[in-house]
Structures are given as C-alpha cells and as structure tokens.
C-alpha cells in the first residue's frame, strides 16, 4: 500500500511539473534568428534553419529520435562492390505542390552539395564521392572512390537535406503551412500511398509551431508555460538556465559526441613553438574551468572520444602522468624565459562567441592563464585570435572528423597524416593512418582538448519521443508520436 501511495505522488508531482497540457499544437523554440528556408549548399546554417531544412525536406535517410538513422526518401537501400557503391530505392514522395519526386531530381540535388563551388560545411567529409547516377526512375547509385561505412550518418544531416531550389520546396516529413519572420507553423504530410477518403483531417496536436529566437528569450517563454520545447542549448546560454523556473524533470543534455576546446589558430609568436603548445595544454585546470558551469560536465585531455576507426587507442599526452603543480610551474618557467627575451607582457587573443557562458569560460582561462604569467584579451568568433574556441558536435563516427576539425591550422606532418588517412585505399589502410595522424596531432600541439560539447534542452512532459542522442539532434516529427 505505501509503495502504491508513493507511486501515485511521484506520478502527480511529474504531472504537476508539467505546465503544458497535452493538448493544441507543440510549441518549439530553436535558439538562433535564422529561419530562412534555404539549402546548405549556399553555406552553413543557423539551428532554427537546420531545424526547418530537416523539418520540411529529408535526405535519402535522416535521424530518428534517439539519433540513428532511418528511412527518409529511399525506402531501402544496399551496399555492394566492398563498400564502393550504394544503391538507393525511392519511396512515393511529393514536392510540396503535390508533384512526384524523381530519381532525376534527387541526382540534381546532390550533385549540387557534393559540387566543387558548394558551401556545403559537409563538403570536406564527403570527397570520397565519386559519382550520383539514375539507375532508373526510382533508384539511384551512389559511386565512391574509396569505401567509405560511416557514409549514411552525413546523408542523414540537415545539409544532405534535397530540397528543389525552383520553386523552393521539400518533401516532408511536414510541410509548411504558415510562415512569418522568424516563425512557421508546420504539419505532417499526408501519407501519399493512401486516397483522399483515408486520411484523417488535422488536429491541432498535429502541428509545430517552430519559432527562431535568442536564448533568453526562449527559456521566458518555456517557464511561461507556452513552449513545449527549447532546443539547441550550448555553454553559452547555459548560465541562463540558473535563475530560471523550471523544473529539474524539464531540463534535459544530449551525450553529445564531438570537439570542445581551443585550437591555436596563430602559430608564430610565444605559440610557433610546440614545446611551448604543449606545455599551455598540460598547464590548464580544466575541472576548474568547466566546474563553473556544471559539476557533471567531464574534462578530457584528448582529441579522439574513443578508438571509432583508428587502428589504435586514442593517443594520451605523456603530460596527463605529471603532476598539475609541476605542469604549471614548467609552463611558468617557459613564460618566463620568453619574456626574458621578448621585452613587454605576453598576450594571447582568445576568440569566442556571445552569451554569459562565453564570458564565463573566458573569465576562468584568463584566470588560469594569468597564474602562468599570461595576459588574455578577448575577441569576437571570427576575429584574427592565437586561440579560438572549437564547439561542434561530430556529424558522423569517424576519427578523421575529429582530427581534420582539430587541425585548424595544424603543422605540416599532422596535416600530411590527416590528408593521408583521407585518400587511404581500404579500410585497413585507412585506420593505420588515422592512428598515425592522431599521434601527429597529438606531437603537434595544435589543439587544447577541454570536454565534450555541452548541448541541453528543456522538454515538456508531452513530448514523451523526445530522446537524447550523441548527436544532439531532435527531429520535429519524432516529438509526440515517435512513430510518425
């Protein structure tokens, strides 16, 4: 009788934390003020624009809720040749004006992201694309020049979304039934297969109402209680969440897999030298810096997450064994040895993005930085910088994301490797040469391994599909009903 008693007050507490009713259309705030229907060949795009994009025209497959890949416009598939060719099969799909998509148009689209002149940010990871050819008017093949297993997780991203530039227009999962600046009311298509008599008429529940908005703002509406979700949280509105009210059970994080840390970004000076790189990453306190944000969020001192396509264990810095006073009073006695020879402060440009988080971690590494005997300035994203902070969630599982995101610039022997284990033949080859190009990394010093990236929502109890995933991505259509 007590557990049932406790059971029931658990249920009504949960309930009662919940200040949207299931009921009426599902309101999703996507951070970010861009939510222009484009496609991502004419260059990267902003959350709510990826959210829209993946929301209004899928790829050959996309992401389910829990971030693995499902069918979208190919209905089945197979890879043949030793992973030298896939082979497509079209489900029935329409363009948004009610006309069927075509093997010949699917072939046109990708041929535009995967084209010399795109600006497709997946352009780099996908050259092993050799050729998109019509088989017949349902099925295309796509040719590679070298094998390539991880090749479905990059035609599930938003940007290998096809989407028909004239007239503008996707093929669902939803379509577009209201837009405005910065707001667009969306709803699942009809299923094509079934009559007219079939389908059932529209509720309100069917319906997303996705709204483009700046962090703040979006978490206002959310404790409000007229959103049902925010998504697209980083470290840098993280702090706002703090004086927010909202319920422990609401405030949701992805395991995002990818790269959180500092790329040196101008290798002459004080950091031309990789004796000097490398003794700047043993000497930072990362559980000091990223404890001022969340107790839970876990430091690491290495590029790769774990082994995914190498042939060997993620390398480990010699530094990782030395004591963290002795880390610090050998990067103290660099410092001092270089401003001996160099009159005036050393100073190193830190470039980052905006939002209280951004302030946040910059306060911490400046502070940690000027116990060396190092002065920071701050600079915007996109400024000329010596440091500049990487924040991305890998698009795929493979080694080489990490590393030729991590080589931003890298040196000569790091960027050979990297370029090396790009053109490997086979998959065997392949491997050694990522294990080769980590350790060259590694050696290089170019980039300072801080965590993973920190990716958060906050979740309405009605939006029971809703999942995390390693790649921090929620689909508008597996929301309520995971099986739409």
């Known amino acids: 009788m007590k557990r049932r008693i406790a059971l029931l007050i658990a249920v009504t507490l949960l309930a009662g934390c919940d200040r949207r009713r299931d009921a009426g259309q599902v309101v999703v705030s996507a951070i970010g003020n861009d939510l222009r229907i484009g496609d991502s060949s004419r260059g990267p795009l902003a959350l709510p624009a990826r959210t829209m994009l993946d929301a209004t025209a899928q790829g050959l497959v996309r992401f ?28 029935e799909a329409t363009w948004r004006d009610g006309k069927p998509v ?31 050819v019509e088989m017949t008017p349902e099925v295309i093949e796509v040719r590679l020049k070298r094998p390539r297993p991880d090749l479905l997780k990059l035609f599930a991203q938003p940007e290998m979304a096809i989407f028909r530039t004239r007239p503008p227009s996707g093929s669902g999962p939803l379509r577009i039934v209201s837009i405005t600046r910065g707001q667009a009311v969306l709803r699942a298509d009809p299923d094509p297969t079934r009559s007219p008599d079939e389908v059932e008429a529209p509720v309100p529940e069917d319906d997303v109402h996705l709204i483009a908005e700046r962090g703040a703002r979006a978490i206002a509406r959310f404790a409000a209680g007229k959103s049902d979700l925010v998504s697209g949280g980083t470290f840098a509105n993280w702090p706002l969440l703090a004086t927010a009210d909202i319920p422990l059970v609401s405030r949701r994080t992805d395991p995002a897999a990818g ?38 969020w876990p430091s690491t001192t290495q590029v790769l997450p774990e082994q995914l396509d190498s042939a060997a264990l993620p390398v480990t810095p010699t530094w990782v064994a030395t004591a963290a006073n002795t880390r610090l009073a050998d990067m103290q006695k660099l410092v001092t040895a270089w401003t001996a020879r160099h009159p005036g402060p050393l100073t190193l440009r830190i470039a980052l993005p905006d939002g209280p988080g951004a302030t946040i971690l910059y306060a ?7 116990k060396m005997g190092i002065r920071t300035v701050r600079v915007g994203a996109e400024d000329a910088a010596d440091l500049r902070l990487i924040d991305a969630v890998a698009p795929y599982d493979s080694a080489r994301w990490y590393l030729a995101t991590a080589c931003a610039p890298c040196g000569d022997v790091a960027g050979a490797a990297i370029e090396a284990a790009r053109q490997s033949p086979d998959g065997p080859s392949r491997a050694a040469r990522i294990a080769e190009a980590d350790a060259a990394l590694a050696a290089d010093g170019a980039y300072i391994p801080l965590a993973r990236p920190l990716r958060w929502s906050l979740v309405a109890v009605r939006l029971r599909a809703w999942q995390a995933n390693a790649r921090a991505w929620h689909p508008l259509n597996h929301l309520r009903n995971d099986t739409k």
């Open 102 to 132: 075509t093997a010949a148009q699917v072939v046109t689209v990708l041929r535009r992201q995967v084209a010399a002149g795109s600006r497709n940010p997946l352009l780099p990871f996908l050259s092993a694309i050799d050729e998109v």
């Open 259 to 296: 790269l959180f840390g500092l790329v040196v970004a101008d290798r002459t000076g004080f950091l031309a030298d990789a004796r000097n790189r490398l003794a700047l990453a043993a000497a930072i306190d990362r559980s000091v810096i990223l404890g001022a944000f969340a107790v839970t």
């Open 64 to 91: 389910d809720a829990a971030g693995q890949v499902e069918p979208g416009i190919a209905e089945r598939w197979i890879v043949i040749d030793d992973g030298m060719s896939y082979i497509f099969r079209l489900r």
């Open 364 to 370: 911490m590494i400046g502070a940690n930085l000027g």
